[in-house]
């Protein structure tokens, strides 16, 4: 239990008559980095307002290292560094300025402490220069900084690689690993970009109309079971045909889309596979394969229709 970092209890929001946050249940745990996913409107940014305090809950609770964050706030939230869409500088101030400044507002925070965060998130040689002359990659790691000076146990970073460019995002990747195996720290992220969050993180959780519909180990779309299994596309005619012989002659089922099939099965039998078609003199035009991802996994949950 004391590895728990964070813990929603029947967490629900209702604005009106109309429930938007259904019941929320799960826990997050130390060093870990935890993906929140879902489609637009889903609740992520209205649950990651309710996990700081900028919006009420309607319903149950939120315990931050076992402080109640309805009946002990200031403990409670003594625990989070948090980003909630863009971090916002001083421009016309240096990034050393900055982080002093916000430092001031805390008590107990030294100067050696400013100077850790800034090595931890890379930004040693910028640091004297403006803000306003940083790249948005900068931004974000100077933003990252700031709700790390307190040392907090969670940090929560909402769209983090929102706008970056790919070395942006690989950039904030690598420190957000970092921060989870070097300091300790629960990294929770909500993200609409699902190939990052299988790279970025440990576990995930899918949101879909305010209910928390799957969490899963990330590990579990490459498990050993699934890790050969492959969605195949073969360009066929007749495509009747095509499909009966995977039926009978393969035990797969198959759907088709004009004139693709689709289907999944282990690599190596995909050369089984043809030469059986070519043996019902079924013509194969094209074939292609692909693992199967996160995206597909979260598309299967939540249907594919629902991204606005």
Known sequence: ??????????????????????????????????????????????????????????????????????????NAIREVGAIVENPEMYPFMTGWQNLMHYARMIPGISKERVQE?????????????????????MRQRLGIAQALLHSPSILILDEPTNGLDPAGIREIRQYIRRLAAEENVAVIISSHLLSEIELMCDRIGIIKNGELIATQTVQDTNTAETQDIIQVQMQVSPMKQAVDVLKTDHALEAKSEGETLLFQTEKEKIPEIVRSFVQHEIAVYQVNSSKSSLEDKFFDLIGENTIE
């Open 1 to 74: 239990m004391s590895n728990v970092a964070m813990e929603l209890q029947d967490v629900r929001k209702s604005i009106g008559k109309k429930e938007i946050i259904k019941g929320l249940t799960f826990s997050i745990y130390k060093g870990e980095v935890f993906g929140f996913i879902g489609p637009n409107g889903a609740g992520k940014t209205t649950t990651i307002r309710m996990m700081v305090g900028l919006m009420e809950l309607s319903h149950g609770d939120v315990l931050i290292l076992g402080n109640s964050i309805k009946h002990d706030f200031k």
């Open 117 to 137: 965060v800034i090595k931890l998130v890379g930004l040693e040689k910028p640091i004297k220069e403006k803000v306003g002359k940083y790249s948005l990659g």
